[in-house]
């Protein structure tokens, strides 16, 4: 009998072990599912976003040639992930307003004058909206805005001062009214349209007024790359103003560049 009782004993225990280890197994499983699982979800959107980004800089590169005559027209193929691709603008703030105005010389009169120049009025801009994160390419630049509001450059627009006092304005209009959904391959295309060129000699002073979603990086790009200082910046309306004088005068030229854009 006491042989029976002790193999008695060795069998409970094991069932008891078993039974703590089989728990073990099971919570840890559980932590996995509650902690790994959104832990990867999050990993795999940051690719994603990521992948995004890098996407929109080849796609700057491709639309600038554009822009700056280099090409009749450019495609370029994008991959989704779930998330919407659209040439936005006249609605609210999915557009950007660039303003201008100039103290130039008047070699006539042989005096200053004011040149109160509006361009690129409601611009539009090709943009991508996943998660939390939007992209956009607008006016040459790439651009990213995340949930808490804050926004910065990714890739710089092609705004150019060089050595022999010339400062080079682009103008890149986008028009177009295409948005898709879904994941999967796109492809942008952009034709060109109109180009002109404006120009303005023996400039002293410059006032640029930019509205857009994107308005913070794009006052740190001016501020930081051509010397520009903010002498207005209002976050309620998205708005910022930047200023500089020139010793001596610039010549400033704006290259005004349509596009067609289509999202297939």
Do not use: C
Not at 72 to 99: C, F, T, W
């Amino acid at each position: 009998m006491k042989g029976n009782f002790t193999r008695s004993e060795v069998a409970v225990s094991e069932m008891v072990d078993y039974s703590i280890i089989l728990s073990i197994i099971l919570l840890a499983t559980g932590i996995i599912i509650v902690a790994g699982v959104p832990m990867l979800e999050h990993m795999q959107d940051t690719q994603h976003t990521e992948n995004i980004r890098q996407s929109f800089e080849v796609l700057a590169l491709n639309m600038n040639k554009v822009v700056f005559g280099n090409a009749p027209s450019q495609s370029v193929e994008l991959k989704m992930y779930g998330g919407s691709l659209a040439v936005r603008g006249y609605s609210g703030n999915s557009h950007i307003d660039i303003n201008m105005s100039m103290d130039v010389w008047n070699t006539s009169t042989g005096s200053i004058e004011s040149v109160e120049q509006s361009y690129g009025k409601e611009m539009k801009k090709i943009e991508n909206d996943f998660r939390d994160t939007t992209i956009a390419y607008e006016n040459t630049g790439v651009w990213a805005r995340y949930s808490s509001g804050e926004s910065i450059m990714v890739s710089a627009p092609r705004f150019t001062y060089t050595k022999n006092d010339v400062l080079v304005i682009p103008d890149g209009s986008i028009t177009g009214t295409d948005f898709i959904s879904g994941s999967g391959l796109v492809r942008v295309t952009a034709d060109a349209g109109s180009r002109s060129i404006e120009t303005y000699q023996n400039v002293s002073h410059i006032n640029i007024s930019i509205n857009s979603v994107y308005y913070e990086a794009w006052g740190r790009y001016l501020e930081e790359s051509l010397g520009m200082q903010i002498v207005d910046f209002n976050a309620s309306n998205s708005t910022f103003t930047a200023s500089k004088d020139y010793n001596p005068n610039i010549d400033v030229y704006i290259v005004n560049a349509a596009m067609d854009v289509r999202i297939d």
